[in-house]
Antibody, heavy 121, light 107 residues
C-alpha cells in the first residue's frame, strides 16, 4: 500500500522558517500530483498547496501564498514544503497527500500521518 | 472562491441508525466532490470520490449522492467503528476547499 512519511516538523518562533519533507513509496511518485493539507489543533482540514507530477505547476492557498513554497524531487520520491515568515496561526499538523486525476479534477486518495509544526514565542 | 458548508457540525446516533450528512457548495462543482473520514490522531481516509463512487475497500454502508451544489453522505447502518469526523472537499479546481466537518458520536 502507498506510504507517505512526513518529517521536519517542530517548534519555531514567529518569523522563522521550517522545511517539511514527505518521503513516498510503493507508487510511481512522478506520475502523481501531491498536496500539503494542514489541521490546526482542534480544527478542521485546510488545503495548503498542490504540485503536479512534473513539478512545473503549483497552487497555493491565499493564506500561505508568498510565504510557502512547494516543490518535489522525483529522483528521491520526496515532496517538500518550505515555510518562511511563519505566524502563530500556521501552527498545525501538516499532512502530505497523494492526489489522483478524475476527469479534470484531482482528489486525495492517500494521506500521511502528519507532522506537527508549532509557531510560538 | 467557492465555499463548502457542511451540516450538521455534530450528531449523535445509535448503532444501526441511518446517518445523513450534507455538504453545500456556494457555486456548482458538477460531481467533483470527495468525502473523507478522520479518526482522532490519524490522517484522513478517502471514502467517496466523484460524489458517489465508493473507494475500494470502503464498506458498502457508506454512500454518496448529489451533483452541482448539494451533496449527501449516508451511513445506512451506523457501526461503532464509524465514530469519526467526516469532511467533504471540492476538487474541480484550486483552492481545494474542505467543508467544516461533521463529528459523529455514538448515543
Amino acid at each position: 500500500e502507498v506510504q507517505l512519511l512526513e518529517s521536519g516538523g517542530g517548534f519555531v518562533q514567529p518569523g522563522g522558517s521550517l522545511r517539511l519533507s514527505c518521503t513516498a513509496s510503493r507508487f510511481i511518485f512522478s506520475r502523481y500530483a501531491m498536496s500539503w493539507v494542514r489541521q490546526a489543533p482542534g480544527k478542521g482540514l485546510e488545503w495548503v498547496s498542490s504540485i503536479r507530477g512534473s513539478g512545473t505547476t503549483t497552487y497555493y492557498a491565499d493564506s500561505v501564498k508568498g510565504r510557502f513554497t512547494i516543490s518535489r524531487d522525483n529522483s528521491k520520491n520526496t515532496l517538500y514544503l518550505q515555510m518562511n515568515s511563519l505566524r502563530v496561526e500556521d501552527t498545525a499538523v501538516y499532512y502530505c497527500a497523494k492526489e489522483v486525476a478524475d476527469a479534470g479534477g484531482w482528489y486525495v486518495d492517500y494521506w500521511g500521518q502528519g507532522t506537527l509544526v508549532t509557531v510560538s514565542s | 472562491d467557492i465555499q463548502m458548508t457542511q451540516s450538521p457540525s455534530s450528531l449523535s446516533a445509535s448503532v444501526g441508525d441511518r446517518v445523513t450528512i450534507t455538504c453545500r457548495a456556494s457555486q456548482g462543482i458538477s460531481n467533483y466532490l470527495a468525502w473523507y473520514q478522520q479518526k482522532p490522531g490519524k490522517g484522513p481516509k478517502l471514502l467517496i470520490y466523484g460524489a458517489s463512487t465508493l473507494q475500494s475497500g470502503v464498506p458498502s454502508r457508506f454512500s454518496g449522492s448529489g451533483s452541482g451544489t448539494d451533496f449527501t453522505l449516508t451511513i445506512s447502518s451506523l457501526q461503532t467503528e464509524d465514530v469519526a469526523t467526516y469532511y467533504c472537499q471540492k476538487y474541480n479546481s484550486a483552492p481545494l476547499t474542505f467543508g467544516g466537518g461533521t463529528k459523529v458520536e455514538m448515543k
